[in-house]
């Protein structure tokens, strides 16, 4: 089944505190193409889960701020410019976090 989400569409999860910005359609050559915008003490306030997600690496470039990325019970810190990158069976989390 496709979903399919508008270039600019923008789907808010309020609990996390996350909003995602879509640039194309989900299923455009098994890839979902989107931008998240934390809000402050984003992705949860700091109740951020470890989670998988089967079948899908995931890349994640900081282009403003600093986000605290833990893949695999590895901690790192991000700072705009910067990114990660981690493999669909890895365990993964990421919170936005205050500059040192």
Do not use: Y
Not at 33 to 48: D, M, Y
Request: hydrophobic share 40%; net charge positive.
């Amino acid at each position: 089944m496709s979903t399919e989400f508008a270039r600019g569409a923008r789907l808010r999860n309020a609990f996390n505190k996350e909003t995602f910005v879509f640039s194309g359609l989900l299923d455009e050559g098994d890839v979902a193409r989107f931008g998240v915008i934390l809000e402050k003490g984003g992705s949860g306030g700091g109740n951020a889960l470890m989670h998988v997600h089967p079948g899908a690496d995931e890349h994640f470039a900081v282009r403003s701020g600093r986000i605290k990325f833990v893949v695999d019970g590895r901690e790192q810190l991000v700072d705009a410019g910067g990114s990660v990158t981690r493999a669909a069976w890895q365990t993964a989390l990421f919170r936005q976090c205050r500059r040192r």
